[in-house]
C-alpha cells in the first residue's frame, strides 16, 4: 500500500507518497464513497433528485428505476423486471455486493408486500421502544394523549432527567415514519426537551401506551390508477399555551395514498 500524502519515510526525506483509496473507518472514507457511488450512477444516466440527495431516478422511454441510497446500501425498484435485472447485474461487477432479494426489513422498517399491495410498519422498531423503557407489559390506552390536556413549560412540576426525555422523544419521531396518527402529540412533547417536568414525561410514556396497542398499525400501498394529488390541512389557532403560537398539520394523498 502507498503511504498517505504527507508522510515521510525514514531515509527518503525527498519522498511523498500519495494514498489512493480512502481507508475503511476514517471520517473522510463515507465521503469518498458518496462521491465514488454518485459519479457511477450520474455516468449511467441517473438523475439526482434536487431535494433529496439520496434519491435517483433513471428513465428509459416510459420505464424508470428508481434507488435509493444509505450509505452502501442501495434499495431499488420500478416498473420494469428486465431493467431491474441489468443494474443488479452491473452494479455486482462493479462492487462486491450482496443481494439481499424482496425487501423485508430496513432501518426499523417492516415491509411486508403482497401482488397490488406494499404495507409498511414498525412494530418491531416499537417493541424494542417499549422494552427499552420498561413499559413492554404497560396498561394500553386507546388515545396518544388526554382530552382537552394542555402541556404548559411552567407547570410548577418536579424536573425530569432530561437526556432520558429526549431520547424518548427522538426514538417517538422516528416511529412517525410509519405512524402519522402521533406525529402531532410527539410534536407538542417534543417542545419540553431543554427543561422537561414529570407532567411532560408523563405525556410521552402515554403514547408508548397507546402504541402497545397499536404496534401493527402502518400504512398500506395498493395499486391504483388514481394518481390525482390532494392535499388537507389543519391549524391550532393560538393553541401554545406559553407563546400564542399557532401549529398547523397537513396530509398529501397521492390518489388514496399517503405520500
Known sequence: ?????????????????????????????????????????????????????????????????????????????????????EFKKAMMQEYEMIDLGLMRYFLGMQVKQRPGQIFISQEKYADDLLKKFNMQDCKPLATPMAMNEKLSKDDRQNKVDAIVYRSLVGLLIYLTNSRPDII??????????????????????RILRYVKCTKDFGILYEADRDFNLTGYTDSDWAGSTNDRKSTSGYVFLLGNKAI
Not at 184 to 205: G, L, T, W
Request: aromatic share 12%; glycine share 4%; proline share 4%.
Open 1 to 85: 500500500m502507498e503511504q498517505p500524502q504527507g508522510y515521510k519515510v525514514q531515509g527518503e526525506e525527498d519522498k511523498v507518497y500519495r494514498l489512493k483509496k480512502a481507508l475503511y473507518g476514517l471520517k473522510q472514507a463515507p465521503q469518498a464513497w458518496n462521491n465514488k457511488i454518485d459519479k457511477y450512477l450520474v455516468e449511467h444516466r441517473f438523475l439526482k433528485s434536487p431535494s433529496e440527495s439520496s434519491l435517483y431516478v433513471k428513465m428509459q422511454g416510459n420505464h424508470f428505476l428508481i434507488l435509493c441510497l444509505y450509505v452502501d446500501d442501495l434499495i431499488y425498484t420500478g416498473n420494469n423486471s428486465q431493467m431491474m435485472e
Open 184 to 205: 402531532h402529540v410527539v410534536s407538542i412533547v417534543s417542545r419540553f426537551i431543554s427543561n422537561p417536568s414529570k407532567a411532560h414525561f408523563a405525556a410521552a410514556k
